[in-house]
């Protein structure tokens, strides 16, 4: 302090004056009087990462509910139920009975029958191409053979689809007997 003291006098004394405002505020700040509320210790910020200290109060009562046995916490669970006015939850079971359950619900749900197929045309052979043509042309009503062509060009593709299983091995049959190779889904 001597020594900024010694800087500020050979300096103006507006200067001195300034300096010495300054220390008078610092110090009135820093003082508490005896009007102001009393001034809480600084907290520094936790740095991100580090766990959060634990508050006390918290903390003591997570002690507690731990020490607890089955038949006490059921007990503090309704009593919050009805202070904080909570409706009750449906128990959800443990993963080994839910399992359990879910395996008998299966079995007991009656299958479905596939009513409806699809035929498609996977691959064919470019030996056979030609009677494909013509084959296709016959079974796809308002086709013509360059539509056919284009059509078989285009493989793999949907030949008829919401179709009757009965139906779907016919329209197999005939479209295998001309070198397609058909899949029904």
Same mark, same amino acid.
């Given at each position: 302090?001597?020594?900024?003291?010694?800087?500020?006098? *050979?300096?103006?004394?507006? &200067?001195?004056?300034?300096?010495?405002?300054?220390?008078?505020?610092?110090?009135? @700040?820093?003082a508490?009087?005896?009007?102001?509320?009393?001034? $809480?210790?600084?907290?520094?910020?936790?740095?991100? /990462?580090?766990?959060? +200290?634990?508050?006390? *109060?918290?903390? *003591?009562?997570?002690? @507690?509910?731990?020490?607890?046995?089955? !038949? $006490?916490?059921? $007990?503090?669970s309704?009593?919050?139920?009805?202070?904080?006015n909570? +409706?009750?939850?449906?128990?959800?079971?443990?993963?080994?009975?839910?399992?359990?359950?879910?395996?008998?619900?299966?079995?007991?749900?009656?299958? &479905?029958?596939?009513?409806?197929?699809?035929?498609?045309?996977?691959?064919? @052979?470019?030996? &056979?191409?030609? +009677?494909?043509?013509?084959?296709?042309?016959?079974?796809?009503?308002?086709?013509?053979?360059? &539509?056919?062509? %284009?059509? !078989? $060009?285009?493989?793999?593709?949907?030949?008829?689809?919401?179709?009757?299983?009965?139906e779907?091995?016919?329209l197999?049959?005939?479209?295998? %007997?001309?070198? /397609?190779? !058909?899949?029904?889904?």
């Amino acid at each position: 302090m001597i020594f900024s003291l010694r800087v500020i006098g *050979k300096k103006s004394i507006h &200067q001195f004056r300034q300096f010495h405002k300054c220390i008078v505020v610092c110090q009135t @700040d820093a003082a508490p009087a005896a009007t102001s509320r009393p001034t $809480e210790p600084l907290t520094i910020p936790i740095p991100e /990462g580090l766990d959060k +200290p634990i508050n006390p *109060k918290l903390d *003591k009562i997570a002690n @507690d509910i731990t020490s607890l046995n089955l !038949i $006490e916490v059921m $007990e503090l669970s309704n009593l919050l139920k009805k202070r904080l006015n909570l +409706p009750d939850a449906p128990i959800m079971p443990v993963g080994g009975f839910m399992a359990a359950g879910k395996s008998d619900e299966v079995e007991e749900a009656p299958k &479905q029958v596939k009513s409806s197929f699809t035929v498609k045309l996977i691959k064919f @052979d470019d030996k &056979q191409k030609v +009677p494909l043509i013509k084959e296709i042309k016959n079974l796809l009503p308002n086709t013509n053979l360059v &539509q056919a062509k %284009k059509f !078989i $060009e285009s493989v793999p593709v949907v030949v008829m689809k919401d179709i009757s299983q009965d139906e779907a091995t016919k329209l197999k049959e005939s479209i295998e %007997k001309v070198g /397609g190779e !058909i899949e029904i889904t």
